[in-house]
């Protein structure tokens, strides 16, 4: 799965041999390198360490070494160990193996002839810390997983013949937190990933040689201010470091383009020296950098060089985006804004790119492209775990800002090393600070930096970034409403005032985490979970965090969402089948939540997890094989830039305009269907509306209430508590209200129904304080009351009582025993006469909205029960069959796949999942990216996907699609 490729660097040539031209800029020392073989052992058993230094030193029982990797990787991959992934195999792996230190060997030749004075070997991180040697020679300490190592060997290096670089790696350290910091710290397990043997200790980064002359041009920073749309202007910025015993002259320069922004300074270095140059250039009508939905990404080069003479000592390319944030904390809410324009935060976190450092290369592309498909525009980088330029170049190339944290998780405790710590912090703001994509700085996950650090790592930002970007001490404070929770919920929770977190302050506001356990496919789950251990729900589940050990997950509660909701699963295909419905449901709802309330006072969320690390069951849009789970398609239509939405709390519908276009003429529609796929006209709407720029605005609410009498009426308590409601909430049709009664048995709540009227049933909603025993009375003057219902063994959740039909006025529930140490509440008090029937208990709502010449904008798809969350209804859809063509075509290295799948029945096909696979073992083809799955037809209906993917993924063009319904 994971190609064991490089990182590009920036503004430097690699090749991928050492028999190289001497003039060439740098040389890979990566394993990508066909003449690079890497070699590593544990120092215990080194028992000739000196002798290893030279060149016919026999490491031929070492194991092969991946660079950039790790020591357990590299063991991973030659054999040594079984798969980590499957089953419990990873957490068979004795530990005190890898638990250790251990050296890296390789020996490489240098083609002879070199013209530059100067060469330079390049660490861009190891972890924890290195010392390094090359021909026996030490070259110093590397200390900190971002800690640069260049170190001059123009002494040491031999050229045309063997050279022996050996690193002795020093492991972490338990406990990881925040002791062995900076560093992988979820490496020792978190509940979301187990402990990786070794603590993902290894050479993680990339190793290389090069070259220049005697000044070379240190840490560029290229500055952008907008004071106006209509220019820019620029502060770049860089030290000129001269690396010789005598003064030098020259003249530095750079090119910016697109524009061909030319500027020229001459320069005089005195001997072992450095001098600071800055130039500021302007660019007219520059081309903005936006985050994804808001705009485009352009961006500029800087072509940056030292000319000493006729001789280019030194050279570099910085890529920029032409942008400039700001920040606001009104209503105590933090809004990030982006060239004058408030930013709606919609995005996910990121715990590990891979559990074992195994992502590199264009994978982070593939991970990105998928977020930036989901409508993503932001991705916290959580406890700074993603180090890798490539992560940052993808995010600039999607407009996926980045939320940046150091590498502390609120545990009231210091690294060892304070000022290594702190090194790294800096090296981490030079290395990153020209990405377009960093938004934010964040000091600690949960807390607050302890002294010295929060004000170091402030005044890093201010000193290193010139404060272009916030610094946020905390990750769930001080302008943020918290963390969590990370287990599902019913839709309308997420509509409902207010979906409470852990620390900050209450409200929607800026969620930094939020999330919900997420069930893979049956396809991915037998990848990973051994045939003995699939059903039913057992140890080998927990091992993948779908149990106690991810109990923030809340897999119990998960697990009644599946069963509960749609009926008991019969085994583990019909679970995964189900599961995916309560992801699309759960996901899609936290999002549409947040976006019902933009700006009162909501201004983003972001998922508990957007990626998968590790193959699990929980916290995750795409799983692990990058398969597109329920979740991934529930989060992409909600982040819509422009999208029409209904809340399952108040029924209200919304268009959600996060683009910078103001709209008019917009034509909102919702069709109601009952179960068997006729439209429910009376319940339909349809209006015209304009959507400005960058808000949330009504439509219209849909009444499902029309056969309710109590709808809207007059409501009486005895009393009413400061946590819910007054008496009027259980009359409004709005689970997303309640009314909650003071703490004691005796109390009450009525509806007037405005005249008397022949009622024969009443439904209850009760909220988690229900009553235990209670009375239903009537009555026509509100002072004398009638039992029609006696109940002294109350459930809660949603009670219908049933009775003969009896003509009254008033209908009052009173309580005569509470079930909870809270008082009494109701969510709806519905009472009803005779039923028209014009609903099934299981409805289905199709949302449309089209631009003024007719072209549709946003499509939105639900299914509604009146029973709460009872959808066990749509196991008695009658099983669709589906007409399916395709045509396969490639461009370039990409397959394109255009599908037709139409619906010639009556009832529905519902929730149609489709899959494509190779024929000749029906194994899946991923990653790919689809427009649509999961989506509905009905009679008559039609859908046109369309699929993409690498050719080299199907290189005989051959394949499948699987087109399965849910009522298959």
């Not at 920029?320 to 933090?334: A, I, N, P, R, W």
């Not at 949330?696 to 007059?714: E, P, R, V």
Request: glycine share 8%.
């Amino acid at each position: 799965m994971f190609k064991k490729k490089g990182k590009g660097l920036l503004g430097l040539l690699i090749i991928t041999g050492l028999a190289a031209k001497a003039q060439d800029r740098t040389i890979s020392l990566n394993s990508s390198n066909e003449d690079v073989h890497w070699k590593i052992k544990a120092a215990a058993e080194v028992h000739s360490q000196p002798a290893l230094h030279d060149v016919g030193f026999d490491d031929s029982n070492w194991v092969k070494g991946i660079v950039p990797g790790t020591v357990f990787g590299s063991f991973v991959e030659a054999g040594q160990e079984k798969d980590p992934n499957f089953g419990d195999n990873i957490y068979k792996v004795d530990k005190t193996k890898y638990d250790r230190d251990f050296w890296y060997r390789v020996v490489f030749t240098l083609p002879a002839g070199k013209t530059r004075e100067k060469q330079w070997l390049n660490f861009e991180g190891v972890n924890r810390k290195a010392e390094v040697f090359l021909n026996g020679q030490r070259l110093g300490l590397l200390d900190g997983f971002m800690d640069r190592g260049k170190f001059d060997v123009s002494g040491i290096l031999r050229e045309g013949k063997p050279n022996v670089l050996a690193l002795l790696v020093s492991w972490p350290g338990t406990p990881i937190v925040n002791y062995s910091s900076p560093t992988y710290i979820s490496s020792a397990s978190w509940d979301w990933m187990p402990y990786v043997p070794g603590l993902n200790m290894g050479i993680t980064d990339d190793v290389y040689l090069g070259s220049s002359g005697p000044v070379t041009i240190t840490d560029p920073w290229i500055r952008t201010a907008l004071p106006d749309t209509s220019r820019a202007k620029l502060s770049i910025s860089m030290e000129l470091d001269n690396h010789s015993g005598e003064t030098k002259e020259g003249t530095v320069s750079g090119t910016i383009q697109p524009g061909n922004i030319q500027f020229t300074k001459k320069i005089k270095i005195a001997a072992g020296q450095s001098e600071h140059v800055s130039f500021h250039p302007e660019i007219e009508h520059p081309q903005l950098w936006w985050p994804n939905g808001y705009g485009g990404q352009p961006l500029y080069t800087c072509d940056l060089q030292f000319v000493s003479g006729e001789n280019v000592s030194d050279s570099k390319t910085i890529t920029f985006g032409v942008k400039q944030y700001s920040y606001d904390t009104l209503g105590g809410v933090l809004h990030i804004h982006i060239n004058g324009k408030r930013i709606f935060v919609k995005g996910g976190n990121w715990g590990m790119s891979e559990y074992m450092l195994r992502c590199r290369g264009s994978e982070y592309d593939t991970k990105l492209k998928l977020h930036k498909e989901m409508n993503f525009n932001m991705i916290r980088n959580w406890i700074g775990s993603t180090t890798d330029e490539e992560f940052y170049n993808a995010c600039d190339k999607y407009g996926i800002l980045v939320w940046d944290d150091f590498w502390l998780n609120s545990h009231p405790n210091l690294p060892k090393d304070v000022f290594a710590f702190n090194r790294n912090a800096v090296e981490k703001i030079k290395r990153l600070r020209n990405h377009p994509s960093i938004a934010v700085w964040c000091g600690d996950n949960e807390g607050y930096p302890l002294p010295p650090l929060n004000g170091w790592l402030k005044e890093n930002v201010s000193t290193y970034d010139g404060n272009d970007r916030l610094y946020q001490a905390n990750s769930h404070s001080d302008g943020l409403t918290g963390s969590g929770p990370w287990t599902n919920f019913v839709p309308a929770w997420y509509f409902t005032k207010y979906p409470g977190g852990f620390g900050g302050t209450p409200g929607w506001g800026l969620r930094t985490e939020i999330g919900t356990a997420v069930f893979t496919s049956f396809e991915s789950f037998k990848k990973f979970i051994p045939d003995s251990s699939w059903w039913p729900r057992n140890k080998m589940w927990d091992l993948h965090f779908f149990g106690p050990s991810a109990a923030n997950a809340g897999p119990d509660r998960y697990d009644d969402a599946v069963n509960k909701s749609y009926g008991t699963a019969t085994g583990i295909e019909d679970y995964c089948r189900k599961a995916q419905l309560v992801n699309i449901q759960t996901n899609q709802a936290m999002y549409e939540g947040w976006l019902h309330h933009m700006w009162n006072d909501a201004s983003g969320i972001m998922t508990w997890m957007s990626q998968s690390a590790y193959p699990s069951l929980v916290w995750q849009t795409y799983d692990y094989y990058y398969d597109l789970t329920g979740a991934y398609w529930g989060v992409k239509k909600a982040c819509e830039p422009l999208h029409i939405q209904w809340s399952a709390a108040d029924n209200s519908v919304k268009v959600i305009n996060t683009t910078l276009r103001d709209l008019s003429g917009l034509q909102a529609e919702a069709v109601v269907y009952k179960l068997d796929g006729t439209p429910a006209r009376a319940f339909g709407k349809k209006v015209t509306v304009s959507a400005a720029s960058n808000t949330a605005t009504g439509c219209f609410d849909l009444n499902f209430n029309i056969d309710n009498l109590a709808f809207k009426k007059q409501a009486v308590a005895s009393s009413f508590s400061p946590e819910g409601g007054e008496a009027g909430a259980v009359a409004d049709g709005s689970t997303g209200s309640r009314w909650s009664s003071r703490y004691s048995d005796n109390e009450w709540v009525y509806v007037d129904l405005g005249a008397s009227q022949e009622i024969s049933s009443v439904l209850l909603h009760w909220e988690t304080a229900y009553a235990r025993a209670y009375n239903l009375q009537v009555s026509d003057d509100a002072l004398s009351w009638k039992d029609v219902h006696i109940s002294d063994a109350g459930k809660g959740g949603l009670e219908t009582i049933t009775f003969k039909p009896i003509t009254a006025r008033y209908v009052r529930m009173l309580g005569r025993k509470r079930a909870t140490e809270w008082g009494y509440s109701l969510y709806d008090f519905e009472v009803y006469g005779k039923r028209s029937n014009a609903l099934s208990d299981v409805q289905f709502i199709r949302l449309l909205l089209k631009d003024a010449n007719g072209t549709l904008q946003s499509e939105n798809f639900y299914w509604r029960s009146s029973r709460m969350a009872d959808y066990t209804a749509l196991e008695k859809l009658p099983a669709a069959r589906l007409k399916v063509t395709s045509t396969i075509a490639q461009r370039g290295d990409s397959s394109y796949i255009t599908a037709s799948i139409t619906n010639p029945a009556s009832s529905p096909a519902f929730a149609i999942h489709v899959q494509l696979v190779r024929t000749d073992n029906n194994e899946r083809v991923l990653p790919a990216i689809m427009n649509d799955n999961y989506f509905t037809l009905f009679k008559g209906e039609k859908k046109q996907l369309e699929i993409s993917f690498q050719k080299k993924l199907l290189t005989d063009g051959k394949y499948k699609l699987l087109v399965t319904p849910y009522n298959k």
